[in-house]
C-alpha cells in the first residue's frame, strides 16, 4: 500500500506540460475490491489467530505442575506444591507442563517470559493462570520480567528461570 | 486597531469569546503544552541511553512517563485538533460564530485551568503523578501513591474533560444548526465532517472518564473506599483494578480515535488542493467512518484486557471487532491513495505531511492488527512493541496530519505564507527522526515498558541509543517548524487570499483580513458589553438578533473568571485540611459563586449577544437551538450515570454478601420521596403547558410547586443521610463490606442530589426571570430546556431507587 501511495504520488506529480487534473469519477468498484481483498485477507490471519487460541487454554491437569506465583512490589514470591517458595527464582522441571496461579499481594502486575511468548495480568483479588512447556535444562538468567508499571521498584522486578532435569526435580521436591 | 497597549491586548484575549480568538488560544496553548511533555520525553530518552543509567531517579522517570502520557494525549493532539474546530468549523460552515460563544470560551479556560493544576503537581511535595496515563487501580489510589500531587493531576483531569464535554456539545451543535444557506451535508467540507465525528465520539467517550476519576478523586479527597480500602483488597473475589481497566478502556480506545480522525479530517479535505482532483470516494470515507468506525471504537477496548483472566471466548470476540475495525481504514486509506491517482500533484510542504501520515499510518496500522490476537498479545503486551506501534498512530498519523493543517491554514490565520524550502527540510528531518526513534523500538518486545533503567543484555543497549538519537533529530525539526510559524507570523510576505486555489468556504469569506481579530478596536468606555446591550433590541426567544455588529465585536470576562476561580479552589483541595488549603477553597469558590451569579445576571439583563442562526438546520429544523444543545448534552449525561450505575452493578456482582438494602435504607421513606420526586416532574410538564397557552401567572405557580416538591425531596434525602450516619453507615466503616456498600450510595446517591440542587438553582433564577415577564407564549425556550434536564433527573432517579432500596 506504501508503494502503491508513492508510486502514484510521483507518477502524477505535475509536471510541465503534464495532462490537466482529471474530473472524472472515481471508481466505486474500487473500493469494494478492497474490502473483499481486506476481509479475506483478515479472515485468514484472524483463522490463524482463531485455531492458534487453543494454546492459551490451560492442559489438563495430569502429569502438569501448578507452581502459585505471588507478584508483590518489588518481587516474585515461588510457592511450589511441597510448600518449598523462593523469590526471584522460578525452577521448573524440563519438558512437562508448567502451570502457573499468578496473583498479586498488592498492586497490578504483569507477568512475563518473553523468550517462551507467555504473559498474564497479576491482579490483586483475583487469580489468573498461564502455562508454558520448556524442553532443555538451563539457566535462563533475567528471563522473567514485570511488565506493568508497578510503582518505583518495576524495573527490577526480574527473575531467573531455572529449569532442571525430572531427576533433580523429583529428589528436590521429595526433600524437606 | 494600530496602537493597542498592553492592557487592552490583555482584555481581548482574557475576555474574548470570538471562534477564531479562542482557536489560536487554543493552537498556541496546546502547542506549549506539547513542548512540555515533548521536553519530558527527551528526558526519557537521555535516561534510557544506556544500560544501568541513572541519569533520572526511577521515581521521576515514572512522573516523567505518566505526565507525558497525559499531556501528550489530553492537552496537546486533542486540544491542537480542537485548535481548528474552533478556527475553521465556523468558517467552513458560513456561521459567523459558534453556537455558544461565552460556554466555548469557558471550554478554553477549563482546558487551560486543568492543565495548570497537571503541571503545578511537579512542584508540590511527592511530585506529580506517576501511576502511568492508564492510572491503573490500586497503584494511583492513596494507599499506593498518597500526596496532592497526584490528586491535582486528577483534579485537573476532571476540567479538561467537563471542557471537552462542554467543547462538544458546542461543536456538534454548531455543525448541525448553524451552517449557512446551502450547506447540506452533501456539501459539508471534510474537514468539518471529521469535526462533527471527533466531537461525537468525546461526548460519548469523555462521560466514562469522568466517571472513573470521579470515582478515583472521591477516594482521594472524600475518602470512599472504591478503589483504596486495603481491608476490600483481602476480601477475595473484589478486583476494583478490573473494574477500573473496564472504565478506563471504554473511553481509552475510542480516544484513540478521538486523537486520530482530526488528522484524517486534514488529510481529506486538503488532498484536493495538490492533486486538481476532487477527494477519491468521499462518500465511502463518510460512511465508513459514521457507520463502522465510530460505533465499533466503543466495541473492542477488550483488547486492552486479553491478560486480565478474561474468558476465552470473549478475547476471541474482541479480536474479530478489532480486526473489523480495520476495513474501514482500510477504504479510508485506499480512498486516500486513488485520490492522487490522475491528479496533477504538487509536493507542497502540507501535502508532504500529508503522505508521511499515510505511510506512518500504515505502519502504525498493520502492528495493530497483530496486537488484535490474544496469541501475539502474549508476546507483545506491555512491551516497547507497544510504545512503537502508537507512537506510529499518535505521532506518525495524527501529529504529521495536524502539521499539514498548521502549514496549510497559516495563511489563512496570517494572510502570510510561510518558508516552503524550510517547511520541506522539517518534514524530510522530521520523517528522517521519527522513524530512526520509533522503527527500533518496534524489535523490543522483550523490554518492558515503563521501565527506568534495564540490564545490559544483548544489543539492548544499541538499539536504545539509536532510538535516543532520533528523539534528538525529530525535536531539532519540531525547532524548525517553530521558528517558520513565527517567522511567517511576522515577517512572511502576503499569502494572497486564497494561495491554494481552493473552494472552501473558508478562503473565500473575509479574507483580506491579516490578523483574526483585526475587528477588533480598542473597546469603548464600559467595555464592549455595555455597548451591546444598549443595541441589543428585543430579542426572540434565546436567540438575540443584533444585525448591527460583525462577529467578534462580543465579550465576557465570565469565562475566564469562573476557569481561575476553578483552578484557585482545586489548588486547595488535594491540601484540605491545611489552613492554606482551606483559604484556596474558599476564595477560588467565592469567585466561582459570584461569576456563575454574575452571568445569570448578564443573562436576565440580556447583556451578551448571541450569534445569529443557521439556515441550514436538516434534520433539525424544527429544534431550537439551546434545546438542540440540551438534547446533545443529556445525551452524554446517559452514558456518565450509565457507567457510574454499571461501575456499582460491577461491585455488586463480585460481592458476596452485599448488605441488604432494607436492612438499611428506610424503604417507605424512600419510596414516598421518589414519589415527591416524581410529582414534580409531573407539575414542570404543567409549567410548560401553562407557558405555551401563555400563561404568566401560572407558570409562576407551577414553578413554585415544583421547586417546592423538590425542596422537600432535597430535605428528606439529608435527613435520611444523617441518619444513617448516626446508624453507622459511613464510608469509614470499620466493616470493609458496609464501608464499600456506603462509598456506592453516598456517591451516586449524593451526584444524584447535586443535579437536584443545581435544578433548584435554575428554577430560583426562572422564577425571577418569570417575574419580570420574560417568558411569553412564543419565547420560552428556558423553560422548555429547563423541563427537559428535570425530566432527566427524574429518570436518574427511577434507576438509582430500585438499585439501592429494592434491590
Not at chain 1, 116 to 140: I, M, R, S, T
Not at chain 2, 120 to 140: D, E, I, K, N, R
Not at chain 2, 374 to 392: E, K, T
Request: with cysteine; aromatic share 14%.
Amino acid at each position: 500500500m506504501i508503494g502503491l501511495l508513492l508510486f502514484f504520488a510521483v507518477k502524477y506529480r505535475a509536471r510541465k506540460g503534464g495532462p490537466p487534473a482529471s474530473k472524472g469519477p472515481e471508481s466505486v468498484w474500487v473500493v469494494l475490491a478492497v474490502v473483499l481483498i481486506m476481509g479475506s485477507v483478515l479472515a485468514a490471519a484472524g483463522y490463524q489467530s482463531f485455531a492458534s487460541a487453543t494454546n492459551i487454554e490451560i492442559p489438563a491437569a495430569s502429569n502438569s505442575v501448578t507452581i502459585t506465583v505471588t507478584g508483590f512490589q518489588w518481587g516474585w514470591n515461588f510457592t511450589y506444591p511441597n510448600g518449598h517458595f523462593a523469590i526471584d527464582n522460578l525452577t521448573v522441571p524440563a519438558g512437562r507442563d508448567i502451570i502457573l496461579n499468578v496473583t498479586s499481594k498488592d498492586v497490578y502486575h504483569e507477568f512475563g517470559i518473553p523468550m517462551l511468548a507467555v504473559k498474564e495480568d497479576v491482579v490483586p483479588g483475583k487469580v489468573n493462570q498461564l502455562w508454558f512447556e520448556v524442553p532443555d535444562p538451563g539457566v535462563y538468567v533475567d528471563a522473567i520480567h514485570c511488565f506493568q508499571l508497578c510503582g518505583v521498584g518495576h524495573a527490577f522486578m526480574i527473575a531467573n528461570l531455572t529449569v532442571v532435569s525430572q531427576a533433580s526435580w523429583d529428589s528436590w521436591m521429595s526433600s524437606k | 486597531m494600530i496602537q493597542m497597549g498592553a492592557a487592552s491586548w490583555l482584555r481581548r484575549w482574557l475576555t474574548t469569546t470570538n471562534h477564531k480568538d479562542v482557536g489560536l488560544l487554543y493552537l498556541f496553548t496546546s502547542l506549549y503544552f506539547g513542548m512540555a511533555g515533548g521536553a519530558l520525553a527527551l528526558l526519557m530518552r537521555v535516561q534510557l541511553t544506556v544500560p544501568n543509567n541513572n541519569f533520572l531517579s526511577a521515581l521521576y522517570y515514572d512522573q516523567a512517563v505518566t505526565m507525558h502520557g497525559l499531556i501528550m494525549i489530553l492537552w496537546f493532539l486533542s486540544p491542537l485538533a480542537v485548535a481548528f474546530f474552533n478556527y475553521l468549523v465556523p468558517l467552513q460552515i458560513g456561521a459567523k460564530d459558534l453556537a455558544f460563544p461565552r460556554l466555548n470560551a469557558l471550554s478554553y479556560w477549563f482546558f487551560l485551568s486543568g492543565g495548570i493544576l497537571a503541571v503545578t503537581s511537579f512542584f508540590v511535595p511527592g511530585g506529580a503523578a506517576a501511576s502511568g496515563w492508564t492510572t491503573y487501580q490500586p497503584l494511583s489510589s492513596p494507599s499506593f501513591q498518597p500526596g496532592p500531587g497526584p490528586t491535582l493531576v486528577y483534579v485537573g483531569l476532571l476540567l479538561l474533560a467537563v471542557s471537552v464535554t462542554l467543547g462538544s456539545v458546542n461543536i456538534i451543535t454548531s455543525i448541525l444548526w448553524m451552517r449557512t444557506r446551502g450547506m447540506s451535508f452533501s456539501k459539508l467540507p471534510m474537514f468539518t465532517w471529521f469535526a462533527l465525528f471527533t466531537t461525537g465520539a468525546m461526548l460519548y467517550a469523555f462521560p466514562t472518564l469522568i466517571a472513573a476519576f470521579a470515582l478515583n478523586v472521591s477516594d482521594r479527597l472524600l475518602g470512599t473506599a472504591f478503589f483504596t480500602s486495603p481491608a476490600l483488597l483481602s476480601v477475595p473475589g473484589i478486583d476494583p483494578s478490573i473494574l477500573w481497566d473496564n472504565l478506563f478502556w471504554f473511553f481509552g480506545h475510542p480516544e484513540v480515535y478521538i486523537v486520530l480522525l482530526p488528522a484524517f479530517g486534514v488529510i481529506a479535505n486538503i488532498i484536493p488542493s495538490f492533486t486538481g482532483r476532487p477527494i477519491a470516494g468521499r462518500n465511502w470515507i463518510i460512511i465508513s467512518t459514521a457507520l463502522v468506525v465510530l460505533p465499533l471504537s466503543f466495541g473492542v477496548w477488550m483488547h486492552h484486557m486479553f491478560l486480565t483472566g478474561i474468558p476465552l471466548s470473549l478475547q476471541e470476540s474482541f479480536d474479530v471487532s478489532t480486526e473489523a475495525i480495520s476495513i474501514p481504514f482500510g477504504i479510508i486509506i485506499i480512498s486516500f491513495i486513488l485520490s492522487l491517482v490522475r491528479g496533477r500533484i504538487e509536493f507542497k510542504t502540507p501535502f508532504l505531511f500529508v503522505i508521511g501520515a499515510v505511510v506512518l499510518f500504515i505502519v502504525g496500522g498493520i502492528m495493530g492488527v497483530f496486537l488484535s490476537s490474544p496469541v501475539l498479545d502474549r508476546q507483545f503486551n506491555g512491551s516497547y512493541f507497544v510504545v512503537s506501534h502508537f507512537h506510529y498512530v499518535m505521532v506518525g498519523a495524527t501529529i504529521f496530519g495536524l502539521i499539514a493543517a498548521i502549514y496549510y491554514w497559516l495563511p489563512r490565520m496570517t494572510g502570510r505564507m510561510y518558508s516552503e524550502s524550510l517547511g520541506r527540510a522539517h518534514f524530510l528531518i522530521s520523517f528522517i527522526g521519527f522513524n530512526v526513534l520509533y522503527g527500533p523500538m518496534s524489535l523490543l518486545s522483550d523490554m518492558p515498558r515503563r521501565v527506568f533503567t534495564y540490564p545490559n543484555t544483548g544489543d539492548l543497549g544499541v538499539v536504545n541509543e539509536i532510538a535516543t538519537a532520533g528523539a534528538f533529530i525529530f525535536v531539532f525539526a519540531q525547532v524548525l517548524l517553530a521558528y517558520n510559524v513565527v517567522h511567517t507570523w511576522f515577517r512572511g510576505p502576503a499569502s494572497g487570499p486564497n494561495p491554494w486555489g481552493s473552494s472552501g468556504l473558508e478562503w473565500t469569506t473575509d479574507a483580506a483580513e491579516r490578523t483574526p481579530a483585526a475587528d477588533t478596536e480598542a473597546p469603548p468606555r464600559g467595555g464592549w458589553i455595555g455597548q451591546l446591550a444598549s443595541s441589543v433590541t428585543a430579542p426572540t426567544q434565546e436567540v438575540a438578533q443584533d444585525p448591527s455588529h460583525g462577529h467578534g465585536l462580543h465579550t465576557s470576562t465570565r469565562p475566564f473568571t469562573l476557569g481561575l476561580g476553578a483552578t484557585v479552589f482545586f489548588l486547595g483541595a488535594p491540601f484540605y485540611p491545611s489552613m492554606s488549603g482551606l483559604a484556596l477553597m474558599v476564595i477560588g469558590g467565592a469567585v466561582v459563586l459570584y461569576t456563575l451569579f454574575s452571568w445569570a445576571r448578564d443573562d436576565l439583563g440580556e447583556r451578551f449577544s448571541v450569534p445569529d442562526e443557521g439556515e441550514e438546520r436538516y434534520p433539525f429544523s424544527a429544534l431550537p437551538k439551546v434545546k438542540l444543545g440540551m438534547w446533545v448534552f443529556l445525551s452524554s449525561e446517559v452514558i456518565f450515570f450509565g457507567s457510574l450505575i454499571a461501575a456499582y452493578l460491577f461491585i455488586r456482582e463480585a460481592v458476596v454478601g452485599w448488605p441488604v438494602a432494607s436492612s438499611i435504607h428506610d424503604v417507605p421513606l424512600g419510596t414516598a420521596n421518589t414519589l415527591v420526586l416524581l410529582t414534580s416532574g409531573f407539575t414542570m410538564a404543567m409549567a410548560i403547558l401553562s407557558i405555551r397557552k401563555g400563561n404568566q401567572r401560572a407558570l409562576l405557580l407551577w414553578l413554585a410547586t415544583t421547586f417546592s416538591l423538590g425542596a422537600v425531596f432535597m430535605g428528606v434525602k439529608i435527613s435520611e443521610w444523617s441518619n444513617l450516619a448516626s446508624a453507622g453507615f459511613t464510608i469509614t466503616s470499620p466493616t470493609p463490606m458496609y464501608q464499600l456498600a456506603a462509598s456506592a450510595y453516598y456517591f451516586l446517591v449524593g451526584l444524584h442530589g447535586a443535579h437536584v440542587t443545581a435544578g433548584l438553582i435554575i428554577m430560583l433564577y426562572l422564577m425571577k426571570k418569570t417575574l419580570s415577564g420574560a417568558y411569553t407564549k412564543d419565547s420560552h425556550g428556558a423553560i422548555e430546556n429547563f423541563g427537559l434536564y428535570w425530566a432527566f433527573v427524574d429518570i436518574v432517579w427511577c434507576f438509582i431507587f430500585p438499585l439501592f432500596y429494592l434491590l
